[in-house]
DNA sequence: CAGCGAGGTTAGCGGTCGTTAACCTGAGGG
DNA sequence: CCCTCAGGTTAACGACCGCTAACCTCGCTG
């Protein structure tokens, strides 16, 4: 685990900032200045930083959908030959990934259809190699799973993890540490009774 | 089971379409004119019906809210005094919506932020009735749960059930009855695996 | 110390969008 | 047979928004 010790650069507050308000009034509904005033700087002078709007956009999804696959390729290939034990990796990655960037996850199915042709087919492209791992996983734990049963499964337990933006805004929910394993669990039984 | 035989008015052609509109590229991504186009009328005729954008988004959610909150007053009523048959018929009910009204499911959770103050004040009250019902029925049927350990769980489930919109654009997914019934018992599973 | 590039600033252009104004039309009733 | 009015039309206004232009100001560096 390669923590990060240095200061953030002024793109990655710009980006950090821009997925909060593109995830809390949408894409459309979040204006440059207000990115801007976000980090400090006003307007126009994001333009240092990025090509435009889009830009910011695209290398927000492109960054989720690369950075969720990426974490999963290593968690196929660091996990033990059993299984079970590898889709109890990927539930725990795409948890930890939706408690800490619940901005992020939930531009991730939200806002795609803004971007350009070619970013949006790349972002498509990782999202869909994301899903088929996790489709084939679950059809090794639950064999009786036809692929269609396992691939809306699969879908289905997304928008189950990926449901921790409605919890609480702030607190109210039992701990990171408990709801964590509240959604492992509750994953873990979802897939059980669709492939048992 | 009252169904509708005669036509639709032009008040609800409109609300339909612009759901599907707003749904597919959000609000603010959707000009009158286009909600208009939809319907066959142009731009401004559709201030003829509405006071304006934000009153067909404000008619929509708060439609969808009552409607999803007034089903499951009923079935709370209608059904026998098993918990876990009343939690099967609020299940069914909420599938029925999520796989007969997409456009309305998505805008439910993603567009409520748009709205004046008092009409997502109203929405957000009959959301938690709704929350609330489901919260006290689960947790007749799986007392070890916490109060706020069973919000969680049902906060989940209702990403689990309306994940519907991203299986398979049209078609792929085996049915509507095997999918409904495929939800259903991922659905139970999940609180199964959360309250056992 | 001159020069320069990185990273800001403000002013303003061009296009879009929600909304209003003014006008038209056809069906129904006295 | 006119009057009314529901339900359209097009033109246009005002606000906003993404983006560019032009300019400024440091901190380096040769």
Not at 28 to 36: A, K, L, N, T
Not at 139 to 154: D, F, G, H, K, Q
Request: aromatic share 6%; glycine share 10%; hydrophobic share 45%.
């Amino acid at each position: 685990m390669a923590t990060r010790t240095d200061a953030p650069t002024r793109r990655e507050q710009i980006l950090k900032e821009a997925a909060r308000l593109f995830a809390e009034r949408g894409f459309h509904g979040v204006g440059v200045d207000e990115i801007g005033a976000a980090v400090g700087i006003s307007g126009p002078g994001l333009y240092r930083h990025f090509a435009g709007k889009d830009a910011m956009l695209a290398e927000l999804l492109v960054g989720i959908s690369d950075q969720l696959l990426t974490g999963a390729k290593r968690r196929l290939a660091e996990a033990g030959p059993a299984p079970g034990a590898v889709l109890d990796s990927l539930i725990e990655g795409h948890i930890d990934f939706a408690l800490d960037d619940r901005p992020l996850i939930t531009l991730h199915d939200r806002e795609l259809d803004r971007l350009r042709d070619a970013d949006r087919k790349l972002v498509r492209q990782l999202q869909r190699q994301y899903v088929e791992l996790w489709v084939a996983v679950v059809r090794e734990v639950y064999p009786a799973l036809t692929e269609p049963a396992a691939r809306s499964a699969v879908h289905s337990v997304f928008g189950l993890l990926n449901s921790t933006p409605h919890l609480g805004r702030r607190g109210s929910l039992p701990g990171r540490g408990a709801t964590a394993e509240l959604l492992h669990r509750m994953a873990r039984g979802a897939f059980a009774a669709a492939g048992g």
